[in-house]
Nanobody
Framework: QVQLVESGGGLVQAGGSLRLSCAASGRTFSLHTMGWFRQAPGKEREFVAAVDASGGINNYAASVKGRFTISRDNAKNTVYLQMNSLKPEDTAVYYC???????????????????WGQGTQVTVSS
């Protein structure tokens, strides 16, 4: 069973940047598609970005495309989310998640992920 621990969240002004990290335990991390989701207060959890096992294929929500970049370092068992040009509407708890099946198919669906981290808070002030 892979366990995930997110870090890097915090308070930042609009227009600023943050880099989230998600450290994974377990030897199978490098075989899994990984994703980032977020959940704002009173809203449903929503897809942000995903990357396949090799790091060569990714997918982004329209709301973050061009501002956020997902990447991974399989040697370090870590997936990242670089967030630039942050907006107040990006404020949310950000979750890392993993899919045992390495496919970009249905990466935007919460129920296609097999394990989740505990989340890290990102707050963007105006």
């Amino acid at each position: 069973q892979v366990q995930l621990v997110e870090s890097g969240g915090g308070l930042v002004q609009a227009g600023g940047s943050l880099r989230l990290s998600c450290a994974a335990s377990g030897r199978t991390f490098s075989l899994h598609t990984m994703g980032w989701f977020r959940q704002a207060p009173g809203k449903e959890r929503e897809f942000v970005a995903a990357v396949d096992a090799s790091g060569g294929i990714n997918n982004y929500a329209a709301s973050v495309k061009g501002r956020f970049t997902i990447s991974r370092d399989n040697a370090k068992n870590t997936v990242y989310l670089q967030m630039n040009s942050l907006k107040p509407e990006d404020t949310a708890v950000y979750y890392c998640a993993g899919k045992v099946q390495n496919t970009i198919v249905r990466v935007t669906s919460l129920d296609s992920y097999d394990y989740w981290g505990q989340g890290t808070q990102v707050t963007v002030s105006s």
